[in-house]
């Protein structure tokens, strides 16, 4: 299905956002689901990915920083609280959806962090 995203924005150092990433089709539950980011120039990265069992793996850059959660078991939605934003944070967040069916990643939301 098409995944929805929202919640970019500029902010300052410091500040907080909240990304959402919804399945508008969420006929199968997800078996991941979760964000990487890319910076100008650089490869696509994990930032954090959830399986099905609630596990979520995190980047060490963002650990104790940002938060991944699922809206509840029944839909594909989850949410990114990114606190304490840093200047190396900007970058367009892409949410990535893994189901037995296969894999999508949404058209991408631009966070950027002002020092």
């Known amino acids: 299905g098409q995944l929805v995203e929202s919640g970019g924005g500029l902010v300052q150092a410091g500040g907080s956002l909240r990304l959402s990433c919804a399945d508008s089709?969420?006929?199968?539950?997800?078996?991941?689901m979760g964000w990487y980011r890319q910076a100008p120039g650089k490869q696509r990265e994990l930032v954090a990915m959830m399986a099905s069992n609630g596990i979520t793996n995190y980047a060490d850059s963002v650990k104790g920083r940002f938060t991944l959660s699922r809206a509840s078991a029944a839909r594909n939605t989850v949410y990114l609280r990114m606190n304490d934003l840093e200047p190396e944070d900007t970058a367009v967040y892409y949410c990535k959806l893994t189901t037995p069916w296969g894999t999508s990643w949404g058209q991408g939301t631009q966070v950027t962090v002002s020092s």
């Open positions: 089709d969420n006929s199968i539950s997800f078996t991941a």
